[in-house]
Every structure is written in C-alpha cells, then in structure tokens.
C-alpha cells in the first residue's frame, strides 16, 4: 500500500525482499468502515486506534462493497438488477 505525503507518493509498509509479483505481496487488508468497537475512553484518550488486542474481522467480498462515488452507486445498480 502507498500513501501520498507532501505531495510524494510513499510505501506504507516497507518489505524486506524485493516484489516483482503482486501474487508475492503479503496478504493486506483494507479498512471498509462497515464494523469498529472501541470502548469510549481509550479512545477519547489514545491517538492510535490500533490497541493490543486489535483484532479484524474478514468480511465476505458479496457483503462489503463500498460505495463511495456515483460510479460506485451505478455499479451496484447494475449488480442488483442481474
């Protein structure tokens, strides 16, 4: 994953061997906003939501599309009325 800083796009996660395949890279895994369970005053008081017992739950694909653009929106249209 890459991130883009001052304007300059960098790797989020460095990794120790050179990739040269996609089917090579670690498995990684996006945030979709659709579960987040904190207890109110660790959050009030941390500034990272990543605590030790962070935990993630693997979503089905079919469950966890993300629609944030008219394009998005358009697709799942197209999806639902199949």
């Known amino acids: 994953m890459v991130e883009l ?9 460095k990794y120790k061997k050179d990739l040269y395949r996609r ?3 670690p498995i990684t895994y ?6 987040y369970i904190w ?16 935990s993630i739950y693997v979503m089905p694909q079919e ?7 008219k394009f998005e929106l358009n697709m799942v249209k197209c999806l639902i009325k199949k």
């Open 30 to 35: 996006d945030m979709n906003a659709s579960i």
């Open 23 to 25: 089917q090579d890279a």
């Open 63 to 69: 469950r966890s599309i993300d629609i944030d653009n």
């Open 5 to 13: 800083k001052n304007k300059k796009v960098r790797l989020v996660k």
């Open 39 to 54: 207890k109110r005053p660790i959050i009030l008081k941390s500034n990272n939501i990543f605590r030790k017992k962070t």
